[in-house]
């Protein structure tokens, strides 16, 4: 498929690399493609990933990929051409936190992908991959088994697709938590991990589901 990333910062990047070598066609994008700091990139994926502007990414993709710090994201999403983001499935990565006395959620009554679902009301928000680091966004490998991947989004027919690609990239243990309300649950997840990860001195870590 061709998969249209909004954004080229680490999260960005990695996931590139990674569905370009599960055999798919990948575009990141920034406010400045043409950045040295872009090359080694491109140098690695080689013809088959690119590194073009927010819109060109958007028109390209027919699956889209949001890794936009939050701070940014609603100013990317919304200078984008709605035309290019009808109908396909947006796949929100992103996380609305603070580390004030901690981390916490900074949007306690509602949540980071139903606001970029809200954004973007003509596309299929799915909301996955946002509670691990990027560090263990690709083939995750633990010797104590198999992290679990949760994702919720309101058409089911786009959840499929995120399921598909989301195996192409080693994620084995996949759970639909619902409407993308539930979205909620994922990013309260993520700080639950990352305040896990900090008191257990574990960084890169992931939560799993353990089954009789």
Same mark, same amino acid.
């Given at each position: 498929?061709?998969?249209?990333?909004?954004?080229?910062?680490?999260?960005?990047?990695?996931?590139?690399? =990674?569905?370009?070598?599960?055999?798919?066609?990948?575009?990141?994008?920034?406010?400045?493609?043409?950045?040295?700091?872009?090359?080694?990139?491109?140098?690695?994926?080689?013809?088959? =990933?690119?590194?073009?502007?927010?819109?060109?990414?958007?028109?390209?993709?027919?699956?889209?990929?949001?890794?936009?710090?939050?701070?940014?994201?609603?100013?990317?999403? /919304?200078?984008?051409?709605?035309?290019?983001?009808?109908?396909?499935?947006?796949?929100?990565?992103?996380?609305?936190?603070?580390?004030?006395?901690?981390?916490?959620?900074?949007?306690?009554?509602?949540? +980071?992908?139903?606001?970029?679902?809200?954004?973007?009301?003509?596309?299929?928000?799915?909301?996955?991959?946002? /509670?691990?680091?990027?560090?263990?966004?690709?083939?995750?490998?633990?010797?104590?088994?198999?992290?679990?991947?949760?994702?919720?989004?309101?058409?089911?027919?786009?959840?499929?697709?995120?399921?598909?690609?989301?195996?192409?990239?080693?994620?084995?243990?996949?759970?639909?938590? =619902?409407?993308?309300?539930?979205?909620?649950?994922?990013?309260?997840?993520?700080? +639950?991990?990352?305040?896990?990860?900090?008191?257990?001195?574990?960084?890169?870590?992931?939560?799993?589901?353990?089954?009789?």
């Amino acid at each position: 498929m061709n998969i249209g990333i909004i954004g080229a910062g680490n999260v960005g990047k990695i996931l590139g690399e =990674g569905f370009v070598k599960s055999g798919h066609r990948v575009v990141i994008s920034s406010r400045e493609p043409h950045n040295l700091k872009h090359v080694s990139w491109k140098q690695e994926v080689g013809e088959s =990933g690119d590194i073009t502007s927010f819109e060109e990414a958007a028109r390209f993709g027919e699956i889209i990929i949001v890794a936009l710090p939050w701070s940014c994201l609603k100013d990317v999403l /919304t200078s984008i051409n709605p035309v290019y983001l009808t109908n396909k499935t947006v796949i929100d990565v992103s996380n609305a936190i603070h580390f004030d006395n901690g981390p916490r959620l900074l949007l306690p009554d509602t949540s +980071a992908g139903v606001t970029v679902q809200k954004l973007l009301p003509e596309s299929h928000v799915v909301k996955t991959l946002n /509670t691990i680091s990027d560090k263990i966004m690709i083939h995750p490998n633990f010797k104590e088994g198999s992290p679990i991947m949760f994702m919720c989004g309101n058409d089911n027919s786009s959840k499929d697709q995120v399921r598909a690609l989301l195996n192409d990239i080693g994620w084995t243990t996949l759970v639909d938590l =619902g409407d993308i309300r539930q979205s909620i649950l994922q990013e309260s997840i993520m700080i +639950a991990c990352v305040i896990s990860e900090i008191q257990l001195q574990s960084p890169g870590s992931a939560f799993a589901l353990l089954k009789h």
